[in-house]
């Protein structure tokens, strides 16, 4: 709730460049659904820098830079970073991997209740 009143804030002043630092790393994945689509639609025609390890968050980025002690590993868009196979290819698949394995998880302790 904090982070969804803080984004808010931030809107309503109109600025011309946005700064996500992890924006929606505490929220589940149905609310950081939410999120995103309306992050999408306040960061049209404004620069938007998002910091995230939560690689969902910026599948849709015009420019991905990939980040590793201070020096950029790797540059693009998300097709053309799981393209090229490199280390965000690998962040992707470690964090798609997980998802699945949660959604299995949350699935059978559903239907042991």
């Known amino acids: 709730e904090k982070q969804r009143v803080a984004i808010a804030r931030?809107?309503?002043?109109?600025p011309r460049i946005l700064l996500f630092d992890e924006a929606t790393s505490a929220l589940d994945s149905h609310t950081e659904k939410e999120i995103q689509a309306s992050l999408r639609e306040v960061s049209r025609n404004r620069t938007t820098l998002v910091i995230a390890h939560r690689l969902s968050t910026v599948?849709?980025?015009?420019?991905i830079l990939v980040m590793k002690a201070?020096?950029?590993l790797e540059r693009g868009t998300h097709a053309q970073l799981l393209t090229a196979d490199g280390e965000y290819a690998d962040m992707w698949n470690r964090q798609q991997e997980a998802r699945t394995y949660e959604q299995k998880l949350n699935e059978a302790l559903a239907d042991e209740q």
């Open 10 to 14: 931030t809107i309503l002043k109109h």
């Open 59 to 63: 599948v849709d980025a015009d420019e």
């Open 70 to 72: 201070g020096q950029i």
